[in-house]
């Protein structure tokens, strides 16, 4: 039996990048998928078309995530598309790149209406739909636990939403499970989006011990919190970074192997 199968599941953010990713690994084991972004609709309409091709089922819905009737009108379409929904993964993000004391509050609240309040919204408004066994994945970031120049307004509505989830965990127990993926450095369009994209990506390739991956790796975590193989975790916090928050690899830090045995290297020290 697929993976999915019988499942109907809403991917915010999801005509690009990750959530598409993992828009396509949900509709390939069996889900209905609905698709959606606020823009980008050409992007979303040829994605349905595409896993349709391929034999799956999706619907695309523009709307604007960050705007609670939004929210309540895309419910009601899967309310009469499907009469109820198993799986939620809000990926959908929104931010700019300011430091802390440039950071306006529009610009706060912006992101905090996507990357936060969404959360909320879509509680709200698709917890009458949920079947028992049904998952709430929220796709937050490293940067809601590390600092990271010009990420202050979306770290902190990274970390909030992160929060919320955490609660939804417990007051929606044991009917639903709800958790967090923290992928890192994603390989896409919206990578592109910051000044230091190529230093971000030196970085985790040079200090992560796994080193940097694609975004189809990056998405199994997610698809694997989706699944009934995930059903004892709840509330938790997953990072996707090969090691990266775990350790401090440096230059001056990196062990030796010589005649079999360990050795430090010592440089600098």
């Not at 697929?2 to 598409?20: D, I, P, Q, W």
Request: with cysteine.
């Amino acid at each position: 039996m697929s993976r999915f199968a019988g499942k109907v599941a809403l991917v915010t953010g999801s005509s690009r990048g990750y959530g598409r990713q993992v828009a396509v690994g949900l509709a390939g084991g069996g889900a209905k998928v609905v698709l959606n972004s606020r823009g980008s609709a050409a992007d979303g309409r040829i994605l349905a078309r595409d896993i349709a091709a391929a034999g799956g089922e999706a619907i695309y819905v523009e709307a604007d995530i960050g705007d609670e009737s939004k929210v309540r009108d895309l419910a009601a379409v899967v309310a009469r598309k499907y009469g109820a929904i198993d799986i939620i993964v809000h990926n959908a993000a929104r931010g700019y790149e300011r430091s802390v004391d440039e950071t306006t509050w529009s610009q706060f609240e912006e992101a905090l209406r996507v990357n936060t309040y969404a959360i909320i919204s879509l509680a709200r408004h698709f917890r009458p739909l949920f079947r028992p066994g049904g998952k709430f994945l929220y796709v937050s970031s490293i940067g809601a636990e590390r600092g990271m120049p010009g990420y202050s307004a979306i770290g902190a509505s990274k970390a909030a939403g992160e929060a919320l989830i955490r609660s939804i965990a417990l007051e929606w127990a044991p009917d639903v499970r709800a958790n967090t993926v923290r992928p890192n450095v994603i390989p896409t369009f919206s990578l592109r989006s910051f000044t230091w994209a190529d230093d971000l990506w030196k970085v985790f390739e040079d200090e992560a011990p796994l080193g940097v991956t694609s975004v189809e790796e990056l998405a199994r975590t997610a698809l694997w919190l989706c699944s009934s193989e995930s059903d004892y975790i709840n509330g938790q916090v997953i990072s996707v970074d090969g090691g990266f928050t775990t350790s401090m690899r440096r230059p001056g830090l990196t062990m030796q192997r010589r005649n079999g045995s360990v050795a430090k290297k010592s440089e600098g020290v």
